[in-house]
């Protein structure tokens, strides 16, 4: 999980796995949500931490946040 840099720096990175899932089945029938992801993150310690990822009208995010490292694994998905 650690990646080197050109410049020779190793930076540790963390694994996601990513899965799609159904929108109506997990938000119900008049959800507006129009892809949502179950995305796992194994940091390079081994701790896991789940993500749930949507997009809907108001664009893409996470439960954590737009911000969260786990946005541009969904995005990248589809």
Known sequence: MAKVKKDGAVRT??????????????CGAGTSVQ???R????????AMRSHLVFLDRHGWY????RECPAVPYAK???
């Open 62 to 65: 996470c439960e954590h946040g």
């Open 13 to 26: 990175v963390a694994k996601f796995h990513v899965t799609p899932l159904d929108p109506r089945k997990k």
């Open 76 to 78: 990248k998905f589809r």
């Open 35 to 37: 892809q949502l992801f």
């Open 39 to 46: 995305i796992s993150e194994e940091s390079a310690d081994g």
